[in-house]
Structures are given as C-alpha cells and as structure tokens.
T-cell receptor, first 110, second 112 residues
Framework: DTAVSQTPKYLVTQMGNDKSIKCEQN?????MYWYKQDSKKFLKIMFS???????INETVPNRFSPKSPDKAHLNLHINSLELGDSAVYFC?????????FGSGTQLSVL | GNSVTQMEGPVTLSEEAFLTINCTYT??????LFWYVQYPGEGLQLLLK?????DKGSNKGFEATYRKETTSFHLEKGSVQVSDSAVYFC???????????FGKGTKLSVKP
C-alpha cells in the first residue's frame, strides 16, 4: 500500500481555471504538508496542517486554499491558475523520525 | 534564523567515483540533520540522519557526519553507481516538533 498518495500525477490546464489536487495518507500521522518544487528543484513549504488545523501558511497567494476534511486527507485547491503556478506539488506526512512524501503532481498551466 | 546551504549542482561523475556533496547549516539551538534523496519522477525519501554532534548517519553506502564545530553535514560515498543519479537535499530540524528546512538540492548524474 502506498503510504502517501496524491492525485492526479499530471495536471495540464489553461490559465484562469480552478483545479484541485488530492492527498491521502494511511500512516495515521497527525501532521501533513504541501510543498512546491520549481523547475530548479527548489523545495518550498506552502502549508502545514496538524489534525485538520492549519499550522503554517507561508507567503502563498490566497488563490491557494488547503482543505483537510480529516487528518488523513489534505487537499489543495487552486483558483484562477497562473503560468507561474506551473511546478511539481508534493504532499507529505510527518512521522516520528521523518517525512513521508507522495510522488508529486506535475502541474502545467498553459 | 535557521537555514541550510548546499553546494550548487549539477554534479556529474563517472561510475565508481568518490562523491562529496557539501552542506552547511545555521541554526538556533541544536538541530537534527538529514539527507533526503529524490529519484527521477518520485517524491523525496529519507536517506540518512544524525541527531547530535559527532553522530554519523549511514545508508546504502552513503555517510554523513554531524560536525558542530564546522556546522557541516557533508554527504559522501566511496563509489557511486548509475542508480545513485538523483537530487540530494540536505535538511535540518530544530526541536522534535520543528519543521524541516531544506537546502536547494544538488542534482547528481552518474555516467557509466
């Protein structure tokens, strides 16, 4: 079983559209994250949730809205997509010793 | 503040060459240090870690020693393989509840 799964793996869309990326973890962890990785592989934290509550909200445009219906899920909704939103988005959950990452969602905004 | 600086890539080596990827850190308090690896098309996964000064983390032939005096955690491997081609991230965490702070990543390409 995949520990942290995110869907879709690829997402190609037009500027101005609204899209969502889903993330689920089956590890029983309380804390989950969203990271953005740019084309140079730089990894930037976007959000952190602990047991459905927002803990970290870095300087991310408010077009990005995370939603956590329960502690096993942390979805990312993006409104009015822009060209600069093109990147790979990673979901992660936090264990006692390390982070567990999903395999990423490659978002391409045309 | 807390930060991680690692050497710029890309690093290109021949198979069986010696690898060093430098990583230095700045931290308030006593951080735990990590190396994560990202293989092509995958998410990051923990490669090794060290939680206190002079600890050596090791895994899959890779090693890194926590050097408090030089605030460093350099990654080394004596003989790299093509399958080691990946992006390597150095990271730190201050306190058991702190968040991971990643370096910018170093891409390694190993040629046969």
């Amino acid at each position: 079983d995949t520990a942290v799964s995110q869907t879709p793996k690829y997402l190609v869309t037009q500027m101005g559209n609204d899209k969502s990326i889903k993330c689920e973890q089956n590890l029983g962890h309380d804390t989950m994250y969203w990271y953005k990785q740019d084309s140079k592989k730089f990894l930037k934290i976007m959000f952190s949730y602990n047991n459905k509550e927002l803990i970290i909200n870095e300087t991310v445009p408010n077009r990005f809205s995370p939603k956590s219906p329960d502690k096993a899920h942390l979805n990312l909704h993006i409104n009015s997509l822009e060209l600069g939103d093109s990147a790979v988005y990673f979901c992660a959950s936090r264990g006692a010793e390390k982070l567990f990452f999903g395999s990423g969602t490659q978002l391409s905004v045309l | 503040g807390n930060s991680v600086t690692q050497m710029e890539g890309p690093v290109t080596l021949s198979e069986e060459a010696f690898l060093t990827i430098n990583c230095t850190y700045t931290a308030t308090g006593y951080p735990s240090l990590f190396w994560y690896v990202q293989y092509p098309g995958e998410g990051l996964q923990l490669l090794l870690k060290a939680t206190k000064a002079d600890d050596k983390g090791s895994n899959k032939g890779f090693e890194a020693t926590y050097r408090k005096e030089t605030t460093s955690f350099h990654l080394e491997k004596g003989s790299v393989q093509v399958s080691d081609s990946a992006v390597y991230f150095c990271a730190l965490r201050v306190g058991s509840q702190g968040n991971l702070i990643f370096g910018k990543g170093t891409k390694l390409s190993v040629k046969p």
